[in-house]
């Protein structure tokens, strides 16, 4: 029998999961929080990155370990049809919330870039996310997982170009590690950095890409200790370059936009961008927002396949899958909706399913009669546990600030 792919390349699924911490939400959370409050809140982007490592390997541990994933895991022990039935909602809810943000992405990228109308620009966006998922129905998860790649380098790229220009002085970036708050604003932007950080749904696919990447029943499958060795690394690797993509996007609202009008919104900061920074650094961000739409629209369909097979064990044709769930996001711009309100409101129905995703994750996890001697330590249980209440305690304050108007 040849020589398995796995044992060759052992990275690869983290950078696909953590496309979902490159989504055009996070654009709008970062970018809006740079150009409001300069580098303040620049210790939150770095605390949600930690504590996105820890739930991300978490996940893909649990996935190398049974060969199955989260949605599977719980599909099997929520013994209730009706109470599966409700958790596959609110789960698929998420997943239709994180689509309305990625082909509003794409759709503005798109407008900014060739001045395609909005709606159009969201169903080629539509499109093009069947075409990449094709790609993984017919060829498999590596030339998947090998554009996902290659898409996360032109985000890298078209969000980083700006800040390589222009850097911030490193004593502002430091200052900006001290963890405060100047207002209730800032409190608000900062739950919404975070809730933008740890999604539902990367948890769910993460757990479903080592599955399909490390199929158990291969023979050639690296050891189990091998493979969580390098998931490790390949969980490092895909948070560091994550963090650094999101730390230069409100490092680059912070040096530039501060103070000027109208970059509350996606459009405008793109605006703002051409005029301190020229025309060719404002075409490489939409290029960015483009990728950052295309892929990640892509593994969030993918994570909502995963959810409904692993809940409800049935399964519906990708395509129709695929249209159904964009759908949402073309009425939105039809309507004429702000786009970037839309993203705003979509991290918040984000923020809903965060507990139904990482509470079961850290209590599987930490289960023998589920990892057996793989099981979190006791302190990896008791960091999980904190990560959870935090997640959950912003979170709460983010949804009770935005209906409350505090």
Same mark, same amino acid.
């Given at each position: 029998?040849?020589?398995?792919?796995?044992?060759?390349?052992?990275?690869?699924?983290?950078l696909?999961?953590?496309?979902?911490?490159?989504d055009?939400?996070?654009?709008?959370?970062?970018?809006?929080?740079?150009?409001?409050?300069? @580098?303040?809140?620049?210790?939150?982007? +770095?605390?949600?990155?930690?504590?996105?490592?820890?739930?991300?390997?978490?996940?893909?541990?649990?996935?190398?370990?049974?060969?199955?994933?989260?949605?599977?895991?719980?599909?099997?022990?929520?013994?209730?049809?009706?109470?599966?039935?409700?958790?596959?909602?609110?789960?698929?809810?998420?997943?239709?919330?994180?689509?309305?943000a990625?082909?509003?992405?794409?759709?503005?990228?798109?407008?900014?870039? @060739?001045?395609?109308?909005?709606?159009?620009?969201?169903?080629?966006?539509?499109?093009v996310?069947?075409?990449?998922?094709?790609?993984?129905? !017919?060829?498999?998860?590596?030339?998947?997982?090998?554009?996902?790649?290659?898409?996360?380098? =032109?985000?890298?790229?078209?969000?980083?170009?700006?800040?390589?220009?222009?850097?911030?002085s490193?004593?502002?970036?430091?200052?900006?590690?001290?963890?405060?708050?100047?207002?209730?604003?800032?409190?608000?932007?900062?739950?919404?950095?975070? $809730?933008?950080?740890?999604?539902?749904?990367?948890?769910?696919?993460?757990?479903?890409?080592?599955?399909?990447?490390?199929?158990?029943?291969?023979?050639?499958?690296?050891s189990?200790?091998?493979?969580?060795?390098?998931? !490790?690394?390949?969980?490092?690797?895909?948070?560091a370059?994550?963090?650094?993509?999101?730390?230069?996007?409100?490092?680059?609202?912070?040096?530039?936009?501060?103070?000027?009008t109208?970059?509350?919104?996606?459009?405008?900061?793109?605006?703002? =961008?051409?005029?301190?920074?020229g025309? +060719?650094?404002?075409?490489?961000?939409?290029?960015g927002?483009?990728?950052? $739409?295309?892929?990640?629209?892509?593994?969030?369909?993918?994570a909502?396949?995963?959810?409904?097979?692993?809940?409800?064990?049935?399964? =519906?044709? &990708?395509?129709?899958?695929?249209?159904? &769930?964009?759908?949402?996001?073309?009425?939105?711009?039809?309507?004429?909706?702000?786009? &970037?309100?839309?993203?705003?409101?979509?991290?918040?129905?984000?923020?809903?399913? =965060?507990?139904?995703?990482?509470?079961p994750?850290?209590?599987?996890?930490?289960?023998?009669?589920?990892l $057996?001697?793989?099981?979190?330590?006791?302190?990896?249980?008791?960091?999980?546990?904190?990560?959870?209440?935090?997640?959950?305690?912003?979170?709460?304050?983010?949804?009770?600030?935005?209906?409350?108007?505090?």
């Open positions: 029998m040849p020589k398995s792919r796995t044992s060759r390349w052992l990275l690869g699924p983290a696909v999961a953590g496309i979902a911490y490159l055009p939400g996070n654009v709008a959370s970062n970018m809006s929080a740079g150009a409001a409050y300069g @580098f303040l809140l620049v210790w939150v982007v +770095v605390l949600g990155n930690l504590m996105a490592w820890l739930v991300q390997y978490l996940s893909a541990k649990l996935g190398i370990v049974t060969g199955r994933s989260l949605p599977e895991l719980l599909g099997t022990r929520i013994g209730r049809p009706g109470v599966r039935v409700a958790y596959w909602l609110q789960a698929e809810l998420v997943v239709m919330a994180t689509d309305v990625e082909v509003i992405g794409g759709a503005i990228a798109l407008h900014l870039l @060739f001045d395609v109308p909005l709606v159009l620009g969201g169903a080629i966006t539509g499109v996310s069947m075409l990449l998922l094709a790609l993984h129905g !017919r060829r498999g998860i590596v030339p998947f997982q090998r554009v996902m790649i290659a898409l996360v380098l =032109i985000i890298a790229i078209g969000f980083l170009a700006g800040v390589v220009l222009a850097p911030p490193p004593r502002s970036v430091l200052d900006g590690l001290l963890p405060r708050f100047q207002d209730s604003g800032s409190v608000l932007l900062a739950a919404s950095i975070l $809730g933008a950080t740890v999604m539902p749904h990367a948890i769910y696919a993460h757990s479903a890409l080592v599955r399909d990447r490390f199929d158990v029943r291969d023979p050639n499958r690296p189990t200790p091998r493979l969580l060795r390098a998931t !490790r690394w390949d969980v490092s690797l895909a948070m370059i994550a963090g650094t993509v999101n730390l230069g996007m409100l490092l680059l609202a912070a040096q530039n936009l501060v103070g000027v109208g970059t509350d919104t996606i459009e405008g900061a793109h605006g703002a =961008i051409a005029q301190h920074l025309p +060719v650094v404002a075409a490489l961000f939409a290029v927002l483009l990728a950052s $739409g295309l892929a990640s629209t892509s593994v969030g369909a993918y909502g396949a995963e959810v409904m097979s692993g809940l409800l064990h049935r399964r =519906i044709p &990708t395509m129709l899958r695929r249209v159904i &769930t964009i759908l949402p996001a073309l009425i939105v711009l039809a309507l004429g909706v702000d786009p &970037t309100a839309a993203l705003v409101l979509s991290q918040v129905v984000l923020s809903f399913g =965060i507990p139904f995703a990482v509470v994750l850290v209590w599987l996890t930490a289960r023998r009669d589920t $057996g001697a793989f099981r979190n330590r006791r302190r990896t249980t008791v960091l999980g546990v904190a990560v959870a209440g935090a997640l959950i305690t912003l979170n709460a304050a983010l949804l009770w600030m935005l209906f409350t108007g505090a």
